[in-house]
Nanobody, 125 residues
Framework: VQLQASGGGLVHPGGSLRLSCRGSGFTFADYAIGWFRQAPGKEREGISSISAHDGSTDYANSVKGRFTISRDNAKNTVYLQMDSLRPEDSAVYYC???????????????????WGQGTQVTVSS
């Protein structure tokens, strides 16, 4: 099982980025995927997830209304569209697989069992 996160970079406040998480080595369509982030000196934060069985989504309050998660199973990829970015969104962003089709609560990051390498997002003027 491998996950490859990409799409991070430097963006001005108010800008947008789209992160991608491409999976390989497993049946991608059968697993929920979560996005997490961790800033220096802070705990890891679950920010969004998408289930596999019905495509249902979940968002942390800190990103609700600004971030949109989606998946394209034909491309083995989950996307995180991030709009109206703020300096406090700066962090390393990780994607991870859940153990099944239903995404666990974002607060239970330890349940997610395979993690990508992370991509840096920096929001700064």
């Amino acid at each position: 099982v491998q996950l490859q996160a990409s799409g991070g970079g430097l963006v001005h406040p108010g800008g947008s980025l789209r992160l991608s998480c491409r999976g390989s080595g497993f049946t991608f369509a059968d697993y929920a995927i979560g996005w997490f982030r961790q800033a220096p000196g802070k705990e890891r934060e679950g920010i969004s997830s998408i289930s596999a069985h019905d495509g249902s989504t979940d968002y942390a309050n800190s990103v609700k209304g600004r971030f949109t998660i989606s998946r394209d199973n034909a491309k083995n990829t989950v996307y995180l569209q991030m709009d109206s970015l703020r300096p406090e969104d700066s962090a390393v962003y990780y994607c991870a697989t859940a153990p099944g089709m239903v995404a666990p609560p974002l607060s239970l990051s330890s349940v997610y069992d395979h993690w990508g390498q992370g991509t840096q997002v920096t929001v700064s003027s």
